[in-house]
T-cell receptor
């Protein structure tokens, strides 16, 4: 069965510091993996996704993530945090073959300190 | 394109009342979904639809009903609201099993 674990419900970084948000997944089939961002009082917006091919995926706003099959991980990084990055981030894996659902992690709230 | 829109944005109900949440998308997507978001629990799928006239249960369907009479609309109904249904509800749509596009959400409070 598919599942997603996000380590750390809250992460704080200083402006200009590296952002690292962790996501581990479990999947019985080759996974499709996603990172979404949710700004306060808004819906979810796709940051990036991995389907097949290159394991380093670049997304919007300078974020990227690397699919590591051996570690079952899909961690999200950004070299230099901006105040505008403060939001909640969700990792998701597409559900089993034949279904259409996503399995979401519980989210990580990123705080950027001036 | 407006993308995915949800009506209403906010609603307060009393226990036992009923209501319908409307989701509309203008991207001609086949697939539509209703999620609820609760603190510390991420998003959980309530119901989904793989095409006009079809619906299916997700993870937490109890207490909710849905209808997809038109391709662009997906309605979520609460027949008898309970305080446990206080949540933020998100609708999403997708063209395939790939990327889902989310609406802005409906914040529902049941007293």
């Amino acid at each position: 069965a598919q599942s997603v674990t996000q380590l750390g419900s809250h992460v704080s970084v200083s402006e200009g510091a590296l952002v690292l948000l962790r996501c581990n997944y479990s999947s019985s089939v080759p996974p499709y993996l996603f990172w979404y961002v949710q700004y306060p009082n808004q819906g979810l917006q796709l940051l990036l996704k991995y389907t097949t091919g290159a394991t380093l995926v670049k997304g919007i706003n300078g974020f990227e993530a690397e699919f590591k099959k051996s570690e079952t991980s899909f961690h999200l990084t950004k070299p230099s945090a901006h105040m505008s990055d403060a939001a909640e981030y969700f990792c998701a894996v597409r559900g089993p073959s034949g279904t259409y659902k996503y399995i979401f992690g519980t989210g990580t709230r990123l705080k950027v300190l001036a | 394109n407006a993308g995915v829109t949800q009506t209403p944005k906010f609603r307060v109900l009393k226990t036992g009342q009923s209501m319908t949440l409307l989701c509309a998308q203008d991207m001609n997507h086949e697939y539509m979904y209703w999620y609820r978001q609760d603190p510390g629990m991420g998003l959980r799928l309530i119901h989904y639809s793989v095409g006009e006239g079809t619906t299916a249960k997700g993870e937490v369907p109890d207490g909710y009903n849905v209808s997809r009479l038109k391709k662009q609309n997906f309605l979520l109904g609460l027949e008898s609201a309970a305080p446990s249904q206080t949540s933020v509800y998100f609708c999403a749509s997708s063209r395939t099993r790939d990327t889902q596009y989310f609406g802005p959400g409906t914040r529902l409070t049941v007293l």
